[in-house]
Every structure is written in C-alpha cells, then in structure tokens.
C-alpha cells in the first residue's frame, strides 16, 4: 500500500509540472501574440483557442491528477 502512495504522488507531482509548464508556454504564446498584434488579436480564434486550453477544466481533463491550485495558484513556477 505503501508503495502506490508513493507511485500515486510521484504521478500527481508529475502531472502538476507538466500542467504548470504547459500553463506557463502557452501564456508566453499567448504574451507574444498581444505583443506583436496588440490588443485586437483577442478577436481573433485563434488567440480564444489558446486562452481556452488553459481553463482549469481543461486543465483537469488533460491531466487529471495535477494539483490545479499548484499549477494556478501559489505554487512554484
């Protein structure tokens, strides 16, 4: 029993990295666009597109064992 927490946890850790990360490039993306369109690119679909992969409820479905609060909150990174 021991030893699936342990595996449990390594995975929800994981997962949160990979979240975070995936959070952190897509709102450089997101960055980079409004700053070579400026402020009439969140028209346009494909910003929305971007902006919506990074709901939480997008989120959870991509990695469901990550820690939202860690990969939207406080949390490193």
Request: net charge negative; no cysteine; hydrophobic share 40%.
């Amino acid at each position: 029993m021991m030893l699936v927490t342990l595996v449990n946890g390594d995975v929800r850790q994981r997962s949160t990295q990979a979240a975070q990360e995936y959070v952190r490039s897509t709102r450089n993306r997101l960055e980079a666009q409004l700053a070579s369109h400026g402020p009439g690119v969140r028209a346009l679909r494909s910003y929305q597109q971007l902006e919506s992969a990074i709901t939480e409820e997008e989120i959870a479905r991509m990695w469901p064992l990550a820690d939202l609060e860690e990969v939207f909150g406080a949390g490193p990174g």
